[in-house]
């Protein structure tokens, strides 16, 4: 699932708003008493992050926040030396992130191979059904003019047209190389774009790439007419919203709070909240007022 610009530039950008967003005062360790909270560098991931933090801080666990890190590939460095100790996943991209040659697909067989493959001292609580894929994304135009319903539709097309993602899906597995090697797809050119943000949907719109890496739950797809392609061979795998969390961080107490919220959690959930975000409501208010609703 699912991130802006290189990991370099997020450091950069962060660092000019108060610091290197991985740094932990210097310690490297979160306080023993304090869960960190961290979040990817997009709307739905700091949203989530928020309803974790509100949650564990409602209930009297001491919280600090370090959102819009970037993408996983710097995030997870920092949930793997200590200075993150929680933050929102999806079961599988972050699979194949460390194990890049996985094959699981279903929701279920992707969760339970995730628990086996984390490194030691990590631990994903449960998943909810709250599921926010990648998806290849085109515009209403383009489905007419080649006739698409799905991925493999676009084959024949692929090489006269320019695709649009983050950075990052240039290298991911189910990123270019996965869309070469299950669909033979090869775009004509690549542009770097945003996280499945308003540069990637003003770049659909305008016609400066023919499709793009969206997010399933992302409301500028009904908003603009746009249509996500199936994908018949599964390359994008469930992704399901999960905590990924610092096993010695995970007491009793926090794991109930944290199962709480993704038994609560489901893709239509997903929907609403994206769609508050984008009416220009704050993410720890619309956090707030989510989890007053959902009686947590």
Known sequence: MKRIATAVAAVMLLAGCGGDPLSSGGSGQSSSDTIVVGSANFP?????????????????????????IGNRELYFKGVQDGSIDLIPEYTGVLLRHVKKESTEVAPDEVYEALKKALPSGLIVLDKSTAEDKDAVVVTKATVAQYSLKSIEDLVPYCKNLVFGGPPEFQQRPDGLAGLKA???????????????????????????????????????????????????????????????????????????????????????????????????????????????????
Do not use: H
């Open 44 to 68: 739905e991931s700091r949203l989530i992050a928020e309803i974790y933090a509100e949650a564990l801080s409602a209930k009297g666990v001491k919280v600090t926040k370090k959102l819009n």
């Open 182 to 296: 299950k669909y033979n797809c090869e775009f004509k050119e690549f542009k770097a774009l945003d996280v499945g943000g308003p540069v990637t949907v003003a770049a659909l719109k305008d016609g400066s790439v023919q499709a793009a890496d969206l997010f399933t739950t992302d409301s500028a797809i009904s908003a603009n007419d746009f249509v996500a392609l199936e994908d018949p061979k599964n390359l994008f795998a469930a992704q399901n919203v999960t905590p990924l969390i610092n096993e010695k961080k995970a007491s009793e107490q926090v794991r109930s709070i944290l199962n709480a919220i993704s038994k609560k959690l489901d893709t239509k959930t997903l929907l609403d909240l994206n769609a508050k975000l984008s009416a220009k409501q704050e993410a720890d208010k619309v956090a707030k007022d989510w989890l007053a609703s959902a009686g947590i």
